[in-house]
């Protein structure tokens, strides 16, 4: 077992920075690759970006990439999502999960095992 908690959430206004969370405890953390999801209100679950357990390959979706940049630091079990240049349509509910897979799946959310309960991002214009 994996548990996973975010934090970082809050409201910001457009074009600023915020920097997620997701703290890892449980069963080893640097064998998982660790992906961030959002969903918006009214909408489905939807891909941000990914990271390899070698924290070096990451995805992301189009609607992110250049803006926001995904990391992670295996000594302190903890998985990043650095958002810049924020959009009032990136308001939604942020979700780290992990998986063991690194494949053509990874950008779904069933490849992913374990979820923590997510964190809320409100951007106001």
């Known amino acids: 077992q994996v548990q996973l908690a975010e934090s970082g959430g809050g409201l910001v206004q457009v074009g600023d920075s915020l920097r997620l969370s997701c703290a890892a405890s449980g069963r080893s953390f640097s064998g998982y690759s660790m992906g961030w999801f959002r969903r918006a209100p009214g909408k489905e679950r939807e891909f941000v970006g990914v990271?390899?357990?070698?924290?070096?390959?990451?995805n992301y979706a189009d609607s992110v990439k250049g803006r926001f940049t995904i990391a992670r630091d295996n000594a302190k079990n903890t998985v990043y999502l650095q958002m810049n240049s924020v959009k009032p349509e990136d308001t939604a509910v942020y979700s780290c999960?992990?998986?063991?897979?690194w494949g053509g799946g990874r950008w779904s959310p069933t490849t992913y095992d374990y979820w923590g309960q997510g964190t809320q991002v409100t951007v106001s214009s």
């Open positions: 999960a992990a998986t063991m897979t």
């Open positions: 990271i390899h357990w070698n924290g070096r390959d990451t």
